[in-house]
């Protein structure tokens, strides 16, 4: 997960509603339903999160955890909670100033389309839409409990065949070997 760009998605999001702010679960069925369109039409998410399936429908777990402050890095929470409030179960955006420029011109076209077909459904409507197997046939119900949601199952579920999900996952690892490699190097 990317926290910078994380934030950057947030923002982004909360900017399209009145006063900056937004019911959190809204927010998080968005962002997981951005991501699931992404990996639909690039392989790749836009927030590189974890998902896990709740009682009210998918997460992405590192945003969850941010936004009840419990994410478990102090120096990423104190980043966040820098940019955001939660009033009850309200994001807001603490500052304006939150930058777009780590989003491609594509992720914002697919968090604008996302947006538009859901901008005035109500969090429970948001509930409902993740539960359909229609629209989300990764979702199980974990009975008060979580399961995550794994990559390879959100490409089964977009209908990707057993040799498509092969060569994505290995090109994940490819590109995270490769950004490890890269880090190492900058140090």
Same mark, same amino acid.
């Given at each position: 997960m990317n926290l910078e760009k994380l934030i950057q998605v947030t923002g982004y999001i909360l900017k399209k509603y009145k006063e900056t702010t937004l019911n959190y679960t809204k927010l998080i069925k968005l962002m997981y339903l951005a991501d699931r369109e992404s990996i639909r039409e690039t392989n790749v998410s836009i927030t590189g999160d974890v998902y896990y399936s709740l009682d009210n429908g998918p997460v992405l777990s590192g945003v969850y955890d941010l936004i009840k402050g419990k994410y478990t890095d102090s120096a990423s929470q104190n980043l966040w909670n820098a940019r955001f409030i939660k009033d009850g179960y309200n994001l807001m955006l603490a500052t304006e100033r939150?930058?777009? =420029?780590? +989003?491609?011109?594509?992720?914002?076209? !697919? /968090?604008?389309?996302?947006?538009?077909?859901?901008?005035?459904?109500?969090?429970?409507?948001?509930?409902?839409?993740?539960?359909?197997?229609?629209?989300?046939?990764?979702?199980?119900?974990?009975?008060? =409990?979580? +399961?995550?949601?794994?990559?390879?199952? !959100? /490409?089964e579920g977009l209908g990707r065949t057993q040799e498509e999900i092969d060569f994505i996952l290995s090109e994940d690892a490819y590109y995270r070997n490769e950004e490890k490699e890269l880090a190492a190097l900058s140090v």
């Open positions: 939150i930058p777009d =420029s780590k +989003l491609s011109e594509c992720e914002k076209e !697919i /968090l604008d389309k996302i947006d538009a077909e859901y901008h005035e459904a109500s969090w429970q409507t948001m509930i409902q839409v993740v539960h359909n197997p229609q629209v989300c046939p990764e979702w199980q119900n974990p009975n008060g =409990s979580r +399961l995550p949601i794994k990559k390879e199952t !959100i /490409l």
